[in-house]
Each structure stands twice: as structure tokens, then as C-alpha cells.
């Protein structure tokens, strides 16, 4: 099998140090293979993805030399291929709609309820069946309907990234306390979720290893879980370290201090810049 990786930004803001370390180590990883790498713009998020963006993310990954196959895809370009996704899934029995704000969450989470952690959906609008659904209203995912369904399956993925290397198969109580009923399409715009899109483009684009940053592993469960109930194929993943500012914490896309463009402004060598980042 030909090893197919790609890199997937949110054009919502310049690519920096990590992101470049991460499109970096996916390339070599694909070039060492002989197999392809990808360039995917995870332009979902409408609002802050800006076509700016995109193109110096374009311009900044050609400056430090890395190359990509084929075309680059937009999902912001193909939202109506996430439909049928969602309405297998909704055939399955395993959506329901969402009418609750940020708001509304936080204060259902205010009240003590024992071992939910608090960024997982309380199911204020679990009860709800589909035909109620109003304009507007998210869809979440019924996860424990949806486990119910994997139960005679085994739902696994392999990671060979060094923190988590390893199979790890999905445990359900771990799932049901940690990620809880996600949102799959968002409130409003009926746009799909960064999670299910991301994942259900892994599939189209032929994507064998998933290579990028630990900060997303723990997506990793959710999305395997959503593909295995559409009968998808599970790629490997593969998540590699962060880098971190000098107090640990993770380079964010607001830290412009850190972008590629402000080091070539200032007159680095791509050479230069790949030379701040831990060796790969
Ligand atoms: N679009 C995501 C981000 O920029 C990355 C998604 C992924 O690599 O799976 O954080």
C-alpha cells in the first residue's frame, strides 16, 4: 500500500513555527516512504478562514521547500459532501437536534453532577428526536446509541507516534465520560464539524497516515468512532510532539512572533528557521 500523508491547516490565522514543524515531519515522513503528500485547507470555520490566509500558508510552505501532490483541496469548495455522512448517520438513528448556547451548557454544568467533566455536552437536548428539529439547531451525535450499535465491533487505531505508540481500542465508558455527544454540524450555518469532515476527507483523499500534532490526539477516539459506524476505513496515526513557547505552553496561531513570515521578514534562511525547530 502507497503511503499517503497529508497537512491539513485552518487558514484562520499565519502558519508559525508549529505548524511548519508539523508539515515538515509529515512531508519527510511521506518522502521516505515513496508515497504521496497531501495539502488540505480545513476551511470549514467560514468566518475565520480567510482565502489570505490560505495563500501565505501556500507561499510559506513553498518558501521552506516543501512540496505537495496534486491539487489542493478546499472544504469549504465541497460542504455538500458531507451530507450523506450525516444523513447515513441520521438514518442510523444516531443524530439529534441541539438548540442549546454556550450559555445554556455552562449553566447545566454548573450544577454538580458528579464525574462529568465539563466539556462534555450534559445532554440537556438528548431526548429530542430529529422531526423537532428548528432552523438553527446543531446536530450532536447520540454517542451511547452509537456505541450500542459498534458493540459486537471492535473499534481500535493504530498510533505509531511516540507518546501514544500502540494499538488503542476505544473503551466505552471512557467515551462516554471523556467525549460525550459532539456537535456534527453546526448550529445555524448547517455546516459540518471540524472532526467529521476532517476524518470523512482522510477517507476521500486516501489518506493512510495521519500525521500531525499531539493536541489533536485526543480527537483521534471520536473520529475513529464516526468512521467505523459509516463502515469507513481507519487510517494510522501517527502524533508527534509539540513545540512550546519558553513557559511550555503550546505555539498558538495569535503568537504572530512566531510566524514564518515575521523570521523571512526579518531575513532568516528557510535553512535558519528549520534550524530553531527539534530535529525531525
Ligand atoms: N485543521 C486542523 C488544525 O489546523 C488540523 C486537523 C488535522 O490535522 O487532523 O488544527
Known sequence: MQYVTRFAPSPTGPLHLGHAYSALIGHKMARAAGGQFLLR???????????????????????????????ILSQAAQLSSYDSSLE??????????????????????????????????????????????????????????????LADREVSFVETGATH?????????????????????????EIVAYFLASALDDVAQGI???????????????????????????????HHGLIRDENGKRLAKRDDARA????????????????LLPPF
Open 165 to 189: 505508540q500502540g494499538t488503542h481500542v476505544i473503551n466505552r465508558e471512557r467515551a462516554l465520560r471523556e467525549i460525550g455527544d459532539v456537535v456534527l454540524s453546526r448550529k445555524g450555518d
Open 88 to 149: 447515513r448517520l441520521d438514518a442510523l438513528g444516531l443524530l439529534y437536534p441541539c438548540s442549546c448556547s454556550r450559555a445554556d451548557i455552562r449553566a447545566a454544568l454548573a450544577a454538580p453532577q458528579e464525574g462529568v467533566p465539563h466539556d462534555v455536552y450534559p445532554g440537556t437536548c438528548k431526548h429530542r428526536t430529529m422531526d423537532s428539529r428548528k432552523t438553527g439547531d446543531a446536530l450532536r451525535l447520540h454517542l451511547d446509541n452509537a456505541l450500542d450499535r
Open 41 to 71: 485547507m480545513e476551511d470549514t470555520d467560514l468566518e475565520r478562514s480567510k482565502p489570505e490566509w490560505a495563500a501565505q500558508i501556500v507561499e510559506d510552505l513553498t518558501w521552506l521547500g516543501v512540496d505537495w501532490d496534486g491539487e
Open 208 to 238: 493512510t497516515h495521519v500525521v500531525r500534532g499531539e493536541d489533536l490526539f485526543d480527537f483521534t477516539a471520536i473520529q475513529v468512532i464516526l468512521l467505523t459506524l459509516l463502515d469507513l476505513p481507519v487510517p494510522t496515526y501517527h
Open 260 to 275: 514564518i513570515a515575521t523570521y523571512r521578514d526579518a531575513g532568516l534562511t528557510p535553512q535558519e528557521v528549520i534550524a
